[in-house]
């Protein structure tokens, strides 16, 4: 059974700071690796989605690299911004049989404090 | 392209009901997955369908149900409602290779 989980649970950063947020998962039989950004009682917004055979993806200020043999993958965000307060959720996609699911960690709660 | 969108977007309702959750599949996807969120937890795998059969189930009740119909749009019912279902429900489609889904707003249940 897969399992992933996120670490810090909860980080709070002054604006500008560089941050990484890890996640590892138990079962390395991955498609692929998606990192999602929720704001308070919103929907999912994906921000990158890494394919098992890739190392790593990279949008703007944002880069989120993959390890799959370690079950690891970090997401760097530069420069913080107070924009980027929110909870990041770490997803990854496996074969469950007949179709494919997704199994996510319980997030990691950003707040940037201008 | 059209998105994907769920309805409604709020419900409450009381102990022992039951409620129908919607959800329209961006266009050209042919699976459409549900996944329940409770507070400050990760979203939990409900079930998902391909066209229109029930294909995988994570780990909740019968009372949980689906529907998929020919245009690809999907129901989620849940009977005999507990106080543990209050969540919100968000519904994902993809296309045939299935290895990217994309998630609709989602629609926050609460039950009293």
């Known amino acids: 059974k897969q399992e992933v989980t996120q670490i810090p649970a909860a980080l709070s950063v002054p604006e500008g700071e560089n941050l990484v947020l890890n996640c590892s998962f138990t079962?390395?039989?991955?498609?692929?690796l998606q990192w999602f950004r929720q704001d308070p009682g919103k929907g999912l917004t994906s921000l990158l989605l890494?394919?098992?055979?890739?190392r790593e993806q990279t949008s703007g200020r944002l880069n989120a690299s993959l390890d799959k043999s370690s079950g690891r993958s970090t997401l760097y965000i530069a420069a913080s911004q107070p924009g980027d307060s929110a909870t990041y959720l770490c997803?990854?996609?496996?074969?469950?049989?007949?179709?494919?699911?997704?199994?996510f960690g319980k997030g990691t709660l950003l707040t940037v404090n201008p | 392209e059209t998105g994907v969108t769920q309805s409604p977007t709020h419900l409450i309702k009381t102990r022992g009901q039951q409620v129908t959750l919607r959800c329209s599949s961006q266009?050209?996807?042919?699976?459409v997955s549900w996944y329940q969120q409770a507070l400050g937890q990760g979203p939990q795998f409900i079930f998902q369908?391909?066209?229109?059969?029930?294909?995988g189930r994570g780990n909740f009740p019968p009372r949980f149900s689906g529907l998929q119909f020919p245009n690809y749009s999907s129901e989620l019912n849940v009977n005999a409602l507990e106080l543990d279902d209050s969540a919100l429900y968000l519904c994902?489609?993809?296309?045939?290779?299935?290895?990217?889904?994309?998630f609709g707003p989602g629609t926050r249940l609460t039950v009293l």
């Open positions: 994902a489609s993809s296309d045939l290779s299935g290895d990217t889904q994309y």
């Open positions: 079962d390395s039989a991955i498609y692929n």
């Open positions: 890494i394919q098992s055979s890739q």
């Open positions: 997803a990854v996609l496996n074969s469950g049989g007949s179709n494919y699911k997704l199994t």
């Open positions: 266009s050209g996807h042919n699976t």
């Open positions: 369908y391909y066209r229109e059969e029930e294909n």
